[in-house]
C-alpha cells in the first residue's frame, strides 16, 4: 500500500485545514470540468472557493495539489461509505447493497468523477500512484466480497474471474458519470442501478463465470 502523500499547509488546526479544502475541491471541481486543468489558474480557484489566492496558499502549495485533493476525497468517501455498510459477508444481498451505495455515491459525485478521470494524468508521478493504489483498492472491495459469496457458494468464480468481475463493477457504476448526459433520457439513478445489477448477478451467476 502506497502512503498517502502530504499536501503541505502553513496551517496547523486540522479543522480549517479539512474546512478549506473541501470548499477548494468543490471550487476546483466547478472549474476543471468548466475550463480543463491547464487552463484554470489557482486564482480562479481561491475566488470560486471564497477566499484570497493569498489564503489559498497557505493550504496547498501548487494547483496539482488541489487536483491530488479532488481524486483523494473520492476514493476516501468510497471507503468510509462502504466501510459503514452493514455485514451481509458471503451473500449476494450484501453484494447488491455495496453495488447500490457505490452507485448513488457516483452519482452525487459524478463531476468529481469525470474531473477525476480527464485531469489525473497531470498529476506528478508520486501522487498519480497513489491515486491508481487507491482505485484498485477500490476494486479490492468488490474482490473481498465477491471472494466471500463464492465460499458460501452463493456463486462460482475462478480467482481471476472474480478479479475481473470486481473490476467490472467499479467501471459499471462509472459508466453512470460518463453517459448520465444520454442514459438521463430513459431512466434514473435508481432504474440504473437495478438494470446495472440485474446484468452484473446474470453474469457471475451464469457458466461463464467459472473460468
Known amino acids: 500500500m502506497k502512503a498517502k502523500r502530504e499536501v503541505q499547509s502553513s496551517v496547523k488546526d486540522e479543522s480549517l485545514i479539512s474546512k478549506r479544502r473541501n470548499q477548494m475541491i468543490q471550487g476546483a471541481v466547478a472549474l476543471f470540468k468548466q475550463k480543463g486543468f491547464h487552463r484554470t489558474t489557482t486564482r480562479e480557484i481561491a475566488k470560486e472557493a471564497g477566499f484570497s489566492i493569498g489564503t489559498l496558499y497557505e493550504y496547498i502549495r501548487t494547483k496539482e495539489d488541489v487536483l491530488y485533493l479532488v481524486c ?14 452493514p455485514s451481509q459477508a458471503g451473500t449476494l444481498d450484501g453484494l447488491k447493497i455495496a453495488i447500490r451505495h457505490y452507485y448513488l455515491l457516483i452519482d452525487e459525485m459524478q463531476d468529481e468523477y469525470i474531473v477525476m478521470y480527464q485531469e489525473s494524468k497531470s498529476l506528478p508521478k508520486d501522487a498519480l500512484g497513489y491515486v491508481l493504489n487507491k482505485e484498485l483498492e477500490m476494486v479490492a472491495i468488490f474482490e473481498d466480497i465477491l471472494h466471500a459469496c463464492c465460499k458460501s457458494g452463493e456463486c462460482q468464480l475462478s480467482p481471476d474471474a472474480v478479479k475481473l468481475a470486481a473490476h467490472h463493477v467499479v467501471v459499471q457504476g462509472q459508466m453512470w458519470a460518463f453517459r448520465r448526459w444520454a442514459l438521463h433520457r430513459d431512466m434514473t439513478i435508481e432504474g440504473f442501478i437495478e438494470q446495472q445489477t440485474t446484468f452484473f448477478l446474470q453474469g457471475i451467476q451464469g457458466n461463464g463465470g467459472t473460468v
Open 72 to 85: 483523494d476525497s473520492i476514493y476516501e468517501e468510497v471507503q468510509e461509505r462502504l466501510s459503514a455498510l
